[in-house]
């Protein structure tokens, strides 16, 4: 039986193009997760791992939603090699039990962790660079300007959270905080 696996990292991206991809190429169940790559502890990942067996084949899009590390990678290939499990990377072709199959899959895995480090310095570089203009702010932006929110919180003194919250869409957990923090 073709099993495949779809992950992305983060609840904002979206599965379908995998999920596509994996039907075109024949996986008769699909487990799907939004995990990030980094932890090892994937729910939907480790329940396939239990139920593939001896015969199958695990398809993955790219080596990078199969594992972010290269030990990872390769620690979880043997093991599906030890229980007869064929793994295919469909930008990468099928990894084969072979000396020179385990040597392809090695370095491709070492690629991918090599790939992940350099975003993740890039990002780091790019975050201490901003971080030297004194007007950085950390995070999400607001929604709302200053000015929209000192007119809701003027708002509240004759009218109640649901009222304002209707006027101005600004939500009744963030009009509460920001009262706060007058």
Not at 8 to 27: P, R, Y
Not at 79 to 101: A, Q, R, Y
Not at 136 to 164: D, I
Request: with cysteine; hydrophobic share 35%.
């Amino acid at each position: 039986m073709k099993y495949g696996y779809a992950r992305v990292s983060t609840a904002a991206q979206d599965l379908e193009v995998q999920l596509q991809a994996l039907k075109a190429e024949g996986c008769e169940e699909i487990y799907s997760e939004k995990y990030t790559g980094t932890k090892t502890d994937r729910p939907q990942f480790q329940q396939l791992l239990t139920y593939i067996d001896k015969g199958d084949t695990l398809v993955v899009t790219k080596l990078d939603r199969f594992a972010r590390s290269a030990s990872g990678a390769i620690e979880t290939v043997k093991e599906l090699f030890n229980k007869g499990v064929k793994v295919h990377v469909l930008n990468m072709g099928i990894v084969e039990d072979t000396p020179t199959g385990r040597l392809i899959f090695n370095i491709m895995s070492s690629f991918a962790e090599f790939e992940r480090d350099m975003i993740v310095e890039r990002t780091q570089e790019g975050k201490a660079i901003a971080k030297q203009n004194p007007e950085f702010k950390e995070g999400r932006p607001n929604k709302f300007n200053k000015e929209q929110m000192e007119h809701a919180l003027k708002l509240l003194k004759n009218n109640s959270y649901k009222q304002v919250e209707a006027m101005t869409g600004i939500s009744k957990s963030t009009l509460i905080r920001h009262k706060k923090k007058q």
